[in-house]
């Protein structure tokens, strides 16, 4: 999966990979002891405790991560050699610009790259490359971004590819996005004002259209620097893939598969671009000083790339394998339940991955119903889920949950394996039949949503109401979206996606109708919760025969 493929599972919640998205199942909840999630308060036993329960003590239950890198659970674990070398580089003082020398020649030596710079994460990096290349290093330049007015490189290419929620870093600077969907329009596009292209990677090697090489090497011709945007890869040295495909800068999150310190981030490439990207980075001030870096990251970063140039990744890889085939042959002995292990291909968040697939018709439960379960209650695992659903038959429609292993500790394995085995064998009553419809939904309804410290005014306008089943539109703040949802008797359920650039804000409302208003709560995926209040928009009832106009107006 690519990362710009990751961002589509940003709109479920972080853990499960889907949504409860029923009155039945919040009853669940409480009936299972299932774990708050978004918009609930754990309350602390209190103070906190140092050691293994440094989490518990705080209300927070962790997690046993099945599915990957993402920051929102933590991403990685630290290598050992990461965290000795951050324990020891916390206990003394040190100038933070002779820091960076010292790591950035180092990077080289490791990399073959002319120059290294550890960022504040991969999208810190991002952010201060661009940087550079709008201010070519020029302090004077520097103090002024955002505001780009008499800077003479203020456009950023990026293929459209490419475009995903992390170029928000790109666009913090300041600079107007050029998007072009091909390599004619690109050369095209390359003008005096264009400062940088930005791109996700290509296959190593590819020489195709809008391929690093391809587009590094019309880049080249004209003086603009080429960022790559790595973030999950597995990191390549001497040569790493992108540079020696033409790219001037490829950037790393340092959480991920290097397992360095989670808020850092690694930048491997030029040296003069990467110098100005260290000037426009703190501790010095400017558009980049909220990018912090501090000593003990960037030695822990310098460690961990250390680190990867010594691990034995061919054999983590068959250790990984060995997680999932405990898991596999554990739930292979529910009658009715297949399992596949597909093996890593590429860099792109190059993990084994277990897929196990049922009949939900038969079981009951759908992927993200056992997802969920399985991430609400303790011990929690977070893993993805996908597809299926109650009462279809298995020939048109299997259900699933996936399990990376790359994020797995020793151990995880056999308590992953029970609580699988434990959830698909639980007995589950068949899902109930709708309740008939309380009231006919159609029509335009005037909504208020809260959210933390405003109040927005939406619109609904349902359009069909077919029994149970509702479609229309909702008009948001800024855009027009398409709305499906249910109405189980007087229970409400909405769906729709506000789109905006490569932006998604989704949106699940689920409340209760009561005469010709509704209310309840909204999930708003990884931008958390609001709550809303819609009201049925009660036409006049009055009809009136239209006049036209004959001849011009004799006033106004």
Not at 44 to 57: L, N
Request: some cysteine; proline content about 5%.
């Amino acid at each position: 999966m690519k990362r710009r493929d990751v961002i589509k599972g940003l709109t479920m919640l972080p853990l499960a990979g889907g949504i409860v998205g029923s009155a039945q199942a919040a009853s669940n909840a409480e009936s299972t002891g299932m774990i708050g999630m978004l918009g609930g308060e754990n309350s602390a036993a209190g103070p906190m405790k140092f050691g293994p329960e440094v989490y518990r003590s705080l209300g927070v239950e962790p997690v046993i991560n099945c599915r990957g890198t993402f920051t929102i659970i933590g991403a990685s674990t630290l290598v050992p050699e990461a965290k000795e070398a951050m324990y020891n580089a916390q206990a003394n003082y040190v100038q933070l610009d002779e820091l960076a020398m010292g790591v950035g020649k180092r990077l080289a030596e490791l990399s073959g790259a002319e120059w290294g710079v550890v960022s504040s994460g991969c999208a810190g990096g991002i952010k201060i490359t661009t940087i550079a290349a709008v201010t070519g290093g020029n302090p004077e330049k520097l103090v002024r971004v955002p505001d780009l007015s008499d800077i003479e490189k203020d456009e950023v290419i990026i293929p459209r590819r490419s475009r995903n929620v992390y170029d928000h870093a790109v666009r913090n600077v300041g600079v107007k996005i050029i998007t072009v969907d091909t390599q004619e329009e690109l050369e095209a596009a390359m003008s005096p004002r264009t400062a940088m292209i930005y791109m996700m990677p290509t296959k190593p090697g590819d020489t195709g259209p809008l391929s690093v090489y391809a587009i590094s090497k019309a880049a080249k011709l004209k003086g603009i620097p080429v960022l790559v945007d790595a973030a999950a890869e597995a990191l390549t040295l001497k040569p790493n893939v992108h540079l020696a495909d033409g790219a001037t800068v490829v950037a790393y999150s340092g959480g991920k598969a290097i397992r360095g310190p989670q808020s850092a981030g690694l930048l491997l490439g030029d040296k003069k671009l990467l110098m100005a990207a260290w000037q426009a980075s703190a501790p010095h001030h400017g558009a980049g000083r909220d990018n912090k870096v501090g000593k003990e990251e960037q030695i822990g970063m310098l460690a961990a790339v250390e680190a990867w140039t010594k691990r034995n990744h061919a054999q983590e890889e068959i250790t990984w394998t060995g997680y999932l085939e405990t898991i596999a042959k554990r739930v292979s002995a529910i009658n009715g339940v297949t399992t596949s292990i597909r093996q890593p291909v590429g860099l792109d968040n190059r993990t084994p991955n277990l897929n196990i697939s049922w009949d939900p018709a038969k079981f009951n439960a759908t992927g993200q119903e056992i997802a969920t379960y399985l991430s609400t209650t303790t011990p929690r695992i977070a893993l993805s889920a996908g597809g299926g659903r109650r009462g279809t038959p298995a020939s048109e429609n299997l259900t699933s949950i996936s399990v990376a292993a790359w994020m797995m500790q020793p151990g995880d394995d056999k308590i992953v394996a029970d609580r699988i085995f434990n959830a698909l064998n639980m007995k589950r009553p068949a899902t109930p039949e709708m309740k008939a419809p309380s009231a006919d939904l159609k029509g335009r309804w005037d909504v208020t949503i809260e959210y933390f410290n405003e109040v927005s005014k939406h619109t609904f306008s349902i359009e069909q109401q077919d029994s149970n089943w509702l479609k229309g539109s909702h008009k948001s703040t800024f855009t027009t979206n398409e709305l499906e949802g249910t109405i189980d008797g007087n229970e409400v359920i909405f769906r729709s996606s506000s789109r905006m650039l490569a932006d998604n804000v989704p949106f699940t409302f689920s409340g209760t109708l009561s005469g010709d208003t509704m209310s309840g709560n909204i999930h708003h995926g990884e931008y958390l919760t609001s709550k809303f209040t819609a009201k049925k928009v009660i036409l006049p009832s009055t009809r009136q025969r239209i006049n036209v106009p004959v001849g011009p107006p004799l006033s106004s």
